[in-house]
């Protein structure tokens, strides 16, 4: 009996790669993939790819697909910022693969999903758009801002939503394996990235030559939850991130105090103070580059919530000890200074939703949200609210476009999967990536004994070792090896 392959995929026509000079060294095509592969030789839609010839071309193996995350940032313009970045890309993987990543269906450069008719109809939507609500009184005014995105997205781009969960992208991978003419997929997934290298293992199992799962998503939480009951809790509550958030924040205070106030602005610094007196009145700050910015309460348990950069730690303490040192405000709460519009880059929050909210089942009530909200904000505050409302658009995302995956988890591969996350991750928490391991048929978890969000954040030259073993060679590190930081965020 031949190994499982998913029958959709396979009944489309392998795209046709033309790849042209680009700038740089790189190389750029354009594939056309079946919209709705239940009729693959029906209406088609572009994927635009990028590519880095291997340096060596004696020595190349093949091709070493990359997703850098999200959902919803561009593919294309990530690999050309970070295809040279030697912690994550190194001369050896480089010189033995070429390496192509793609914007996914519904995103940027590819056929993408619009939610606004024009750039300034969207520009002054988001900047408009609420806070996410720390207090319960901002919570009517955040709902409707996520209905009306979530309607706005079904009038512009009701055609395309129903075709964008991942298991169409990872359909899409497959093609693209195709095209570039490699009988077994080599791919390195970070974040999101890693739900598509999972589902790869699933749904193309004898395909797979070597997964690299970088800063994993449990992969069946994402989804739909382990239990019954998890579908009434949103999907960033069920995968920990509240707790991971706070072990970050813990992370980041230690680190601090080690370094001291000559190397961290924030050494000593009490954040509930901070936050405390923001609720009473926003702090307005000057940042470096001369805008205001007035700093509610929501936005610096923001900051703290966004570090999972360990090299921007040193930006956020000084950000955090010149707000604790700035004067009062002097204008009235309640009388926000209006913000300069700002760009808005490509499509990569509208792409995140209709992605993420296809992929996973979630709460469609907003008193659900209301009462998981009260009640993780008092197990863990300042980060347990505002977990509940990451994917609030979710709540009233169309329900035609939702299509969680509900197949098999533990397929054989023909090659294990290589697993990777921090100890400490405030995006994809460490216990998500054990219970990835125990769901898929063969994998090896390598730990990175320090916090933030992927290698490519969390610098690592031993991880980098280990995953490059394993990609050019299929060589697996000893159960249970944990690999440690270069330097500490704070060093000199």
Partial sequence: MPPYADELADAAATPALEWRDCAEGFQCATAQVPLDYREPERTKIDLAL??????????????????????????????????????????????????????PRGVNRSTSVRCFPDDAQRNAFFTAFPDVPDTPAGEPAFFRASRELADRCAQQSGWLLPHLNSVNTVRDLDLLRRAVGDA?????????????????????????RALALDATLDPLGNAVGHASSALH????????????LADTFHAFRRECAAAGPSRCAFAGGDLAALVDRARRRPIPLTEPDGTRVD??????????????????????????????DTAPATRPTGVPEAPDPQPYPANRTEAYNAIQCADSATPRSESDYSALAAAEDARVPYFGRRTVYNMMTCAYWPAEAVAPYTGRWDRIPANPVLVINSRVDPATPHPGAVDTVRLLARARLLTVDGAGHSTMFVRSLCAERVKREYLIDGILPPEGTSCPVDRSPFAP
């Fill in 184 to 208: 077994k997929l080599t791919y390195h997934g970070i974040s999101y990235g890693t739900y598509l290298g999972a589902l790869y293992a699933n749904l193309f199992p004898g395909r797979v």
């Fill in 233 to 244: 809790r949103p999907v960033d509550t069920r995968q920990g991130l509240p707790d991971a």
């Fill in 295 to 324: 700093y509610t309460s929501s936005k610096i348990i923001e900051l703290v919530a966004g570090l999972d950069v360990p090299g921007d730690w040193p930006d956020a303490a000084a950000t955090l000890r010149r707000l604790a």
């Fill in 50 to 103: 990028i590519k880095l010839p291997a340096s060596d071309p004696s020595r190349r193996i093949g091709t070493l697909f990359v997703n850098f995350g999200g959902p919803g940032p561009s593919g294309v313009d990530r690999m050309r910022q970070r295809a040279r970045w030697p912690w994550l890309f190194s001369e050896e993987l480089r010189a033995r693969f070429d390496l192509v990543s793609w914007d």
